[in-house]
């Protein structure tokens, strides 16, 4: 999924999968198999594969192109295997999470207005638990109180193959001491971002994604990237900026 993109309309096809990828995985709690897909669209094999592509490069899911099924990996805010989060509604398990900053976002999306979801996580240094429950895109409570995102890869890294990089490096922390040892562990440095910050920065996604019926594709600028966190008053000078 390369960087910069020059800007480009998704086809009709694409835009019907998407709209049923998000619907399922809302409702059962994780991705369709193609013949599901199949099912819902009328489309053959190779009609489902170009849209799950064109999805790809417009930064809303992740497949593995190298696959003949083009496994589908990520949705997010949804992942297809254990993440760091993991997402209960009204208690009950309803799927893994793609990354900790969409977590922030999952209320968010229209399947589950005014439902209570509790995102169960854990500190990437030690792995202690960590509790966030939001409800209507708002954090209702976080546990233990403090606790921040912290990115270990530059934007300048993100997406250089898909999103899987990215959201691996997007960790929950319970503070800057542990954020510190969790970069000695890894061998990497990253910034350090509060939880209203996280919030703004999913925002235009969120507000977008199943609200939004031609949701425009996604475009990576770095360089924007890193401009809009420093706005938010994040620190991004571990980033060489």
């Known amino acids: 999924m390369p960087q910069n993109v020059p800007a480009f309309e998704f086809t009709d096809d694409a835009k019907q999968v998407r709209a049923f990828v998000f619907d399922h995985w809302c409702a059962q709690g994780h991705a369709p198999t193609l013949r599901e897909v199949h099912e819902a669209t009328g489309f053959d094999r190779r009609r489902i594969l170009q849209a799950y592509k064109e999805l790809q490069l417009g930064i809303v899911i992740t497949v593995d192109e190298n696959t003949q099924n083009c496994n589908l990996l990520k949705a997010p805010p949804f992942s297809s295997f254990p993440s760091q989060v993991r997402a209960y509604i009204d208690d009950e398990f309803h799927s893994f999470v793609g990354c900790a900053s969409e977590a922030i976002a999952f209320s968010h999306m229209p399947p589950f207005k005014d439902k209570t979801v509790r995102l169960e996580s854990h500190c990437a240094c030690c792995l202690e638990p960590v509790t966030l429950v939001s409800k209507n895109f708002e954090l209702q409570s976080v546990t233990p109180p403090g606790v921040m995102l912290h990115i270990s890869l530059s934007p300048y890294d993100w997406n250089n193959v898909d999103m899987r990089r990215m959201c691996d490096s997007m960790n929950y922390v319970i503070d800057a001491d542990h954020a510190e040892r969790y970069e000695r562990d890894t061998a990497t440095r990253g910034v350090l971002v509060n939880l209203d910050q996280a919030k703004m920065f999913v925002s235009n996604v969120a507000n977008d994604r199943m609200w939004n019926y031609h949701w425009k594709p996604g475009i990576l600028n770095p360089q924007m990237v890193i401009k809009g966190f420093?706005?938010?008053?994040?620190?991004?000078?571990?980033?060489?900026?």
């Open 230 to 241: 420093q706005m938010m008053g994040v620190d991004t000078s571990p980033w060489g900026t």
